[in-house]
């Protein structure tokens, strides 16, 4: 993972192995710039070692958007879960016109501003520029904030906001094999 501090030096993460630690996945935005820029899938177990870095965790919490006939994503949740993820989901609204909504915002909001006092990093992975204030507001109440996303999605200004950026590179996606038959759990996603 490329590092970009706002001072511009790599941050000494073995100075911060006994922080306490939350990590916050915007699965839907993961996802989603996963599949448009590298026409890949995350790995969630290696994006869990790299976040954390040996640091002691509290919480990881995965935020899912799920449509409400697709039972198959049951078994992507259920990957989370035993990777050690807490899965927090809700299902895809569709509205009368036919649009959809589904995100984790405010539901990512809360939960962070909730944990302040019991973490002294908090993770968020996202590009989503909607967290700028959040990120902000996280800062203010004595958290290091670090994000982690893709480059090419994430919002210049929430780049800007965190205490350190991180972004993720390809070695953290699985890689496709042709020819393959069998499916993954990550497929259904």
Known sequence: MKNNSNNGSMPDYSILQNQRVGIFVDVQNLFYSAKSIH????????LLYMTLRGRKLVRAIAYVVQKEEDDSQH???????RLGYEVKSKDLKI????????DWDMGIAIDTMSMVGKLDTIVLVSGDGDFVPLV??????????????????TAADLIKAATCYNAIE???????????KKKNVYDYF
């Not at 509205?95 to 959809?100: H, S, V």
């Not at 902000?136 to 999605?153: D, I, Q």
């Open 39 to 46: 026409h890949s899938k995350i790995n969630f177990e290696k």
């Open 75 to 81: 078994a992507f949740i259920e990957v989370l879960k």
């Open 95 to 102: 509205r009368p016109d036919g649009t959809a909504k589904g």
């Open 136 to 153: 902000e507001m996280l800062k203010a109440n004595g958290c290091r904030v670090e994000v982690y996303s893709f480059r090419e999605s």
């Open 170 to 180: 390809e070695s953290m996606l699985f890689k496709k094999h042709s020819g393959r």
